[in-house]
């Protein structure tokens, strides 16, 4: 299986742009996760989808961000308008059932600055 | 709540040494995971152990081995013989059946000095 797939691995914008993070999970996992992760914060969960469907997104920051999963193979993640303090690494994540007893799978993670 | 915490912030050792990687946690439920990832210099996160709440027996693996204690809530983490390789940051997780999601903790950034 190739794993969980993000693209971009880095984006570079300016402060006002739209940035749209994507996610392509392991075939057949019914779970996707966001994370941000940055050095102030550690890793942090933003959302978690259960069969496309938003589950819990309680660490979304704010009405800027946003996540959708419009299939079982796809989701994005958001920003609008982006925002310096929003320079993190994004990790999606994807686990066949619950975390409790089923490894979670990350993404190589997307790096983004934005200036 | 849940919480996870890992107090060591930055750990140096020299190659070959042991060292031990510390993980608290906080939790009001009964049945949960505990979980360990290492991120390498290159930014993926790769799991490494998951044990559950009622299985308190130490694993070992290669030179990787897992002390759980419930009497005082930890999973702590020894590498045994380190290697320059084991330079990761290492982070220590906790998910129940009340909070699907993994919490993790702030994790601690391994250096092995050759």
């Known amino acids: 299986d190739a794993g969980v797939i993000q693209s971009p691995r880095h984006e570079v914008t300016e402060m006002g742009q739209e940035v749209t993070l994507r996610c392509k999970p392991i075939?057949?996992?019914?779970?996707l996760f966001w994370y941000r992760q940055t050095m102030m914060r550690g890793l942090e969960l933003l959302i978690y989808?259960?069969?496309?469907?938003?589950?819990?997104d309680s660490g979304m920051p704010e009405d800027r961000f946003s996540a959708k999963m419009p299939n079982a193979s796809f989701s994005t993640l958001k920003i609008q308008p982006s925002e310096p303090r929003d320079s993190a690494v994004y990790f999606c994540?994807?686990?066949?059932?619950?975390?409790?007893?089923?490894?979670?799978?990350f993404g190589p993670g997307t790096r983004l600055t934005v200036l | 709540a849940q919480k996870v915490t890992q107090a060591q912030t930055e750990i140096s050792v020299v190659e070959k040494e042991d060292v031990t990687l510390d993980c608290v946690y906080e939790?009001?439920?009964?049945?949960?995971?505990l979980f360990w990832y290492k991120q390498p210099p290159s930014g993926e996160l790769v799991f490494l152990i998951r044990?559950?709440?009622?299985?308190?027996q130490n694993e070992i693996s290669g030179r990787y081995s897992w002390n759980f204690q419930k009497s005082t809530s930890s999973f702590n983490f020894t590498i045994t013989a380190s290697q320059v390789v084991d330079s990761a940051v290492y982070f220590c997780?906790?998910?129940?059946?009340?909070?699907?999601?993994?919490?993790f903790g702030k994790g601690t950034r391994l250096s092995v000095i050759a």
């Open positions: 994540a994807s686990s066949l059932g619950l975390v409790i007893i089923s490894e979670q799978f």
């Open positions: 075939s057949g996992h019914d779970y």
């Open positions: 989808f259960n069969n496309n469907v938003p589950i819990d």
């Open positions: 939790t009001r439920d009964t049945t949960y995971y």
């Open positions: 044990r559950n709440s009622f299985d308190e």
């Open positions: 997780a906790l998910s129940s059946f009340r909070n699907t999601p993994l919490v």
